[in-house]
């Protein structure tokens, strides 16, 4: 039996060579976004928004009620504290001077009513993500805390940032506003530290340059239109944005979202 073989002579072929290294990850761990091709429209983030909006709306009345009533306890009983010690305006002078203890007070209650904020902030966020994870919205995600320490540090720095940036000529601030305004999503999504998730923000805006505006400006339009409504169109209004928000995040960062 004769065996096929290369001609005698013929040098074998070279080894294959060895799988070279994986591509090197983005800020945030993620894989970077290949600009132009998201699969994102703000059409599908409207009609998201407001198909969820509609399958969890009573739930998302109770929610906004929640959130009023939790705001306006903290805010209520500062203004008690201060009235019950003796200020006599909203400054700090109208309480006896920045070293008084009503003012000291005040400043504490006003502490209080930014962490509340930010527990909403986060609450809100985590619930709209929720949703995109085929998870219930429930009332008691908004209020429960989530990641509070990185979210209030991350809070504070982009304040700070921001109006380092605004006083900057201005358009600095709004720059870096647009640029991180994911952060608390990494945060809440990924458990990030507050730099980290301010470099992931800032990293998926530059590479969805094209989609974040288009959002950041046609969620902002319609949030807006729902307080003109009255106010009352802005139960409808902000929750739809906001599901639509989550699920920007969701697509941007090439996670599945559910239908």
């Known amino acids: ?69 939790a705001v306006g306890v903290v805010q209520g009983a500062g203004y008690l504290v ?60 908004v209020i429960s ?8 540090v991350a809070s504070i720095l982009i304040g700070v940032l921001t109006t380092v940036g605004l006083l900057l000529c201005l358009l600095p601030g709004i720059v870096f506003s647009f640029a991180s305004q994911y952060t608390l999503y990494f945060i809440v999504d990924k458990g990030m530290g507050p730099w980290q998730a301010i470099k992931a923000s800032i990293h998926l805006v530059r590479t969805n340059l094209a ?9 902002g339009v319609v949030a807006f239109l729902g307080f003109l409504v009255c106010l009352v169109g802005a139960i409808v209004s902000v929750p739809v944005v906001l599901i639509g928000t989550a699920y920007t995040y969701k697509v941007l960062t090439r996670q599945p979202v559910a239908p």
């Open 82 to 141: 201060r009235d019950a010690m003796g200020c006599r305006g909203t400054s700090y002078e109208d309480c006896g001077g920045y070293v008084s203890l009503a003012s000291l007070v005040s400043l504490l209650f006003s502490a209080l009513s930014f962490v509340v904020a930010q527990i909403i902030s986060a609450g809100v966020i985590r619930g709209g993500l929720d949703l995109t994870e085929g998870r219930r919205f429930t009332p008691a995600t």
């Open 145 to 152: 805390p989530h990641h509070l320490p990185q979210v209030v």
């Open 211 to 219: 989609d974040t505006l288009v959002w950041y400006i046609v969620g």
């Open 1 to 69: 039996m004769s065996t096929y073989g290369p001609p005698e002579g013929t040098p074998p072929e070279p080894p294959e060579r060895p799988p070279g290294p994986p591509p090197a990850q983005p800020p945030g761990g993620y894989g970077a976004p290949a600009l132009g091709a998201s699969g994102w429209d703000v059409g599908s983030a409207l009609r998201y928004g407001w198909e969820k909006f509609r399958a969890n709306v009573g739930a998302v009345i109770v929610a906004a009620i929640a959130i009023v009533v």
